[in-house]
């Protein structure tokens, strides 16, 4: 503000005669009333509060415009406070604030916008619902200007769902209540979510009067949780179970809707005494189980996408909706599959065959290793009886060693067939990862075993069984009972 240029009685007298020419007599009689205010109070921290004068405009020079205050009383105004569509005029009479004593041009700082500002806020009472425009927005909330005065609302009295961006609200009037009036801090904190909660509670009566199993109802989503989401349709809240989100597989309700959608449900279940509401979304489309007998039959191959890895196998997505299960026995004819994760991991792309397919139950059986060649179709042609095999040790137990032959076909070299000596366990001869020489006993493609043995040929298991057999000794009186062999080889 700029200071005033000094003014002598003379023509402060010839302007303020000419500013009062064309006023009545009620105005000059208001105008006279108009005294210089009283010396303002002084607040705690010792500045002086603002006080309420009127004035007349007297002249507009520069940045500023003169008021007289009352006899020879004058004061300035910054002149950025008028409306610049509407500027101060010669003779207006204004109501103001005073700020104090310039110190350097002894005039009253005044403020015309301060006092607009003052006589709206007296307007507005708390609990009145109001209408606001939004000028910006900052970390709290939004900003706006409420009969022009500055405004607040908190961005948990936005809307009834959370908001992560409050952009979308720029320039937009909002219907709004008066929480607070902060007439020191010139603001006012308003909420549109209570205005939406009473609207919400207004309707909640006729739609709970209305509502049937079966009808498809507009809603938004409230809230989300891990089991579904929350959604009201209309002053009622129901439960949108995350399996009534999809045919196809959720895994979490955040991944498909967000607070704030607008969707289309349908209500499944009505509990009217626990106030409970049950939606789907999935039922408003078609089941694709009902057509799927015809698609996966036992025998076709299929692609499909794995979803979910379990102890026992692997779910394969085969359209949107319909999943089928890979057993961890059906992944590979050459591998040990001890968990799914060490053929496939979630999200590859695979082909499988259809074992078996049950529509009531919703279930299909899938394979992995029927797309392959078994490598025990041709194993008796591979491994004859007397014929030598190499292989690796890949596993000991109380009744003997484990040797992989090839990929996917393993065979048993009993603990009776470890050496011609007494063997009390399979360590004491082998350890896992050994590379071994061995002779074919016997071989079951059936029950998919291979007998194998360590000891050389014509060592006294001739004429035994061919499972790996203990010999026994032609010198050695007959026994009336015999134990069978450990691991069921007798």
């Known amino acids: 503000m700029s200071s005033s240029p000094n003014l002598n009685e003379s023509d402060i007298t010839q302007q303020l005669e000419a500013a009062l020419s064309g006023m009545s007599a009620a105005d000059l009689e208001r105008a006279a009333g108009s005294g210089a205010a009283p010396a303002p109070p002084r607040g705690q921290a010792g500045q002086e509060e603002p006080g309420r004068i009127r004035g007349v405009v007297i002249d507009v020079r520069g940045a500023d415009v003169f008021v007289n205050i009352g006899g020879k009383s004058e004061g300035i105004v910054p002149l ?31 403020s015309f916008r301060a006092s607009k500002v003052d006589g709206d806020l007296s307007k507005l009472k708390i609990g009145e619902i109001v209408k606001a425009k939004v000028t910006g927005t900052n970390i709290g909330g939004l900003e ?61 009566g006729q739609v709970l009067a209305t509502l049937e199993v079966g009808q498809i109802r507009p809603g938004k989503v409230m809230r989300l949780t891990e089991f579904g989401a929350f959604v009201d349709i209309g002053g009622v809240e129901g439960l949108l179970h995350v399996s009534d989100i999809s045919y196809a597989r959720v895994e979490n309700a955040g991944a498909v809707l967000k607070e704030g959608q607008d969707i289309q449900v349908k209500v499944l279940k009505l509990d009217p005494e626990r106030g409970r509401i049950s939606l789907g979304i999935k039922q408003l489309a078609p089941d694709p189980w009902d057509a799927a007998a015809n698609k996966y039959r036992p025998g076709e191959t299929v692609n499909g996408r794995v979803t979910k890895l379990m102890n026992f196998g692997a779910f394969v997505e085969l359209e949107p909706g319909i999943e ?126 291979i007998g194998l043995s360590l000891k050389p040929p014509g060592s006294g298991e001739a004429g035994q069984s061919a499972a790996g057999a203990a010999a026994a000794t032609p010198a050695a009186p007959p026994k009336k009972r015999k134990k069978p062999l450990r691991g069921g080889l007798d």
């Open 80 to 110: 950025d406070e008028f409306n610049p569509d509407s500027p101060p005029r010669m003779g207006q009479v204004v109501e103001l604030i005073s700020h104090g004593l310039d110190p350097n041009s002894g005039l009253m700082r005044l």
């Open 144 to 204: 706006l200007r409420v009969q022009g005065v500055r405004g607040f609302m908190p961005m948990s009295q936005v809307d009834l769902v959370r908001h992560d961006d409050f952009n979308h609200f720029l320039n937009h009037w909002l219907e709004c209540e008066v929480v607070e009036v902060n007439r020191r801090g010139k603001n006012v904190v308003l909420s549109r979510r209570r205005v939406l909660e009473k609207e919400r509670d207004a309707s909640r």
């Open 324 to 449: 089928g299960l890979i057993p961890v026995s059906e992944m590979s004819w050459t591998q040990r599959v001890l968990h799914p994760k060490d053929v496939v991991k979630v999200g590859d792309e695979v082909r499988v065959a259809v074992q078996n397919a049950d529509m009531q139950a919703r279930k299909i059986g899938l394979s992995l290793k029927a797309l392959a060649s078994d490598p025990w179709q041709t194993a008796a042609e591979r491994y004859t009886p007397e014929s030598k095999v190499s292989g690796v040790v890949m596993r000991l137990s109380d009744f003997g060693a484990f040797v992989q032959l090839e990929e996917g076909v393993e065979g048993l070299i009993h603990v009776s067939q470890l050496s011609d000596k007494r063997v009390r366990h399979p360590s004491d001869v082998l350890k896992p990862g050994q590379v071994v020489e061995a002779r074919v006993l016997n071989v079951d493609v059936a029950q998919r075993r």
